[in-house]
């Protein structure tokens, strides 16, 4: 695996993941409630823990530990934040190319209600406007790269030209998108797969019809926490059902993330997209049994296992005579 700043020996072999943006460092509250109602002061007895794990992190950290080889490039600090995201890299083995930013390395403060929900609040000052990722690089690591998922933290936007030109295919999460910000657009045009969660979208079909006919989408994925998912691929609209958790839900956090590594591990590997989207779900669902202070994902045996589970379940159930 290719170590930080190093590109010797690239070739289109040696990635099958390159993530761009998304790195960065959560610091975790767990709250009595939320919305949190105003107080002076709270009491957190469960402790508050600065970890590292942004999107682009967590995805990188799903893709890995399903045994693709994958590449993570972003802005990062020279700060004690910096350090974190760049030993959480080293630790499990995922490639790292750190553009150096003084502005220093992207946080947020994560409240986590006692029923797995969460409020982000994101620091934007750690960019600025006219950051660039240095294209020599970007070319370099995209060529190389069977497949690239692109955050849409700053500046992955200005990525985008020259990524297709490199004929890369493309992946993006729009998170709680509504539909209309327009710093969403390019991405969801852009993108051969779109993650969008539905949580914001008053109708989840039109929107994800629509980023279909405007782009190059050929599958775009809506979930929608505990009813499941919706997926649009051929044209056609599937319910996705939500998968049960192994364990009692204690956060959502890196749920989406998770559902889209295992999505495009199935991708890579040749499936259909319900097959795909069905191992998004299960992947999704175990995430949520994972703790906010807590880095994990599941193996590649684990998962196709769970997925091969339910799949023959519900075969049991079609079956004729049930």
Not at 124 to 133: E, H, W, Y
Not at 144 to 153: E, F, G, L, P
Not at 286 to 291: D, H, R
Not at 305 to 310: K, P
Request: with cysteine.
């Amino acid at each position: 695996m290719q170590g930080e700043n190093d590109r010797r020996d690239i070739d289109r072999r040696d990635i099958d993941v390159l993530v761009l943006g998304g790195a960065g460092v959560d610091t975790i509250v767990y709250v009595p409630e939320l919305p949190l109602p105003y107080a002076d002061s709270y009491l957190i007895d469960s402790g508050i823990r600065t970890r590292a794990g942004q999107t682009g992190d967590f995805v990188a950290l799903g893709l890995a530990a399903l045994g693709l080889r994958t590449h993570h490039l972003d802005f990062l600090g020279d700060d004690p934040e910096g350090d974190l995201v760049r030993a959480l890299h080293r630790d499990r083995g995922i490639g790292l190319t750190a553009v150096p930013q003084p502005a220093g390395t992207k946080r947020a403060v994560n409240l986590v209600g006692p029923d797995g929900r969460r409020l982000s609040l994101y620091d934007t000052s750690r960019g600025r406007p006219d950051d660039r990722f240095p294209e020599d690089t970007l070319r370099t690591l995209a060529g190389a790269s069977r497949h690239a998922h692109v955050s849409i933290t700053h500046p992955c936007a200005e990525a985008l030209p020259v990524l297709r030109e490199t004929g890369v295919s493309l992946s993006t999460d729009l998170h709680d998108w509504d539909g209309e910000n327009p710093y969403h657009r390019a991405f969801a045009r852009e993108a051969d797969v779109v993650f969008v969660s539905a949580a914001a979208l008053t109708d989840p079909e039109a929107t994800m019809r629509r980023i279909a006919e405007q782009g190059r989408a050929e599958a775009v994925v809506a979930t929608a926490g505990a009813e499941g998912a919706y997926l649009l691929a051929g044209g056609e609209l599937t319910r996705i059902p939500a998968v049960p958790p192994p364990g009692p839900v204690v956060d959502s956090n890196g749920a989406g993330d998770a559902f889209a590594a295992a999505y495009l591990f199935g991708r890579l590997d040749g499936e259909p997209p319900r097959r795909c989207a069905l191992l998004g779900a299960v992947a999704g669902a175990y995430a949520c049994t994972v703790p906010s202070t807590e880095s994990a994902a599941l193996s590649r045996a684990d998962l196709l296992a769970r997925a091969d589970l339910l799949a023959r379940a519900a075969d049991s159930e079609a079956a004729p005579g049930r």
